[in-house]
């Protein structure tokens, strides 16, 4: 089968780094994508890794490494506007997405 | 401008009924989805479509129709709709070969009663 895993749920205080996990296993694999949602709001799309190593987009960062079929989204010097769920979302064969459990992200002051 | 919109935002109906949900996109892009998301939040596709062709039908019961006028719209039509439907549907596009970055609608919360 196809499957993402990533923690349920992750606690942090504002300024802090956090690293967001995820673990997939997909019959075939073009690369990993990250998605943020909101409460109440719409997933959008944060960043994707097609090859190995660190992608940066300014506070963001995404890592992949496809020998160990994981990656992690890493944002630094948090704010409380970052709380929300994060998804990892894999590329496989077949033209489709498929998305992780989400990970909720709570920024404490 | 709103990229991707979809109506209603709220849908609360009885269960039996039928209804629709409907998607636009302004973007150019080539390909439309629908997802559902359920109250774990767990996002999972249910179709897709390339200029106005079905290339995507998951597992998805029958009572559910999509229909792609052309490639800027996508609608959802669901027949004797059932509690276990209640979820927020999204809408969401892509263009090309970019399937891993899509533009999501702002979500159709469904109730069913």
């Known amino acids: 089968g196809q499957s993402l895993e990533q923690p349920s749920e992750v606690t942090a205080v504002e300024g802090a780094i956090v690293q967001i996990n995820c673990t997939y296993q997909?019959?075939?694999?073009?690369?990993l994508s990250w998605y943020q949602q909101h409460d109440g709001g719409a997933p959008t799309f944060l960043s994707y890794?097609?090859?190995?190593g660190l992608e940066e987009t300014g506070r963001f960062s995404s890592f992949l490494s496809r020998s160990d079929s994981y990656g992690y989204l890493l944002l630094q010097e948090l704010q409380m506007k970052d709380s929300a769920s994060y998804f990892c979302?894999?590329?496989?064969?077949?033209?489709?997405?498929?998305f992780g459990q989400g990970t909720e992200l709570s920024v404490k002051p | 401008d709103t990229a991707v919109s979809q109506t209603p935002k709220y849908l609360v109906t009885q269960m039996g009924n039928d209804k629709s949900i409907k998607c636009e996109q302004n973007?150019?892009?080539?390909?439309m989805y629908w997802y559902k998301q359920d109250s774990k939040k767990f996002l999972k596709i249910m179709f897709s479509?390339?200029?106005?062709?079905?290339?995507i039908n998951e597992t998805v019961p029958n009572r559910f129709s999509p229909k792609s006028p052309d490639k800027a719209h996508l609608n959802l039509h669901i027949n004797s709709l059932e509690l276990g439907d209640s979820a927020v549907y999204f809408c969401?596009?892509?263009?090309?070969?970019?399937?891993?970055?899509?533009?999501f609608g702002p979500g159709t919360r469904l109730t069913v009663t």
């Open positions: 479509y390339n200029n106005k062709e079905l290339i």
């Open positions: 997909t019959s075939g694999f073009y690369g």
């Open positions: 979302a894999a590329y496989p064969q077949g033209g489709k997405l498929i």
């Open positions: 890794n097609a090859l190995d």
């Open positions: 973007l150019g892009h080539d390909t």
């Open positions: 969401a596009s892509s263009q090309g070969d970019n399937t891993y970055e899509q533009y």
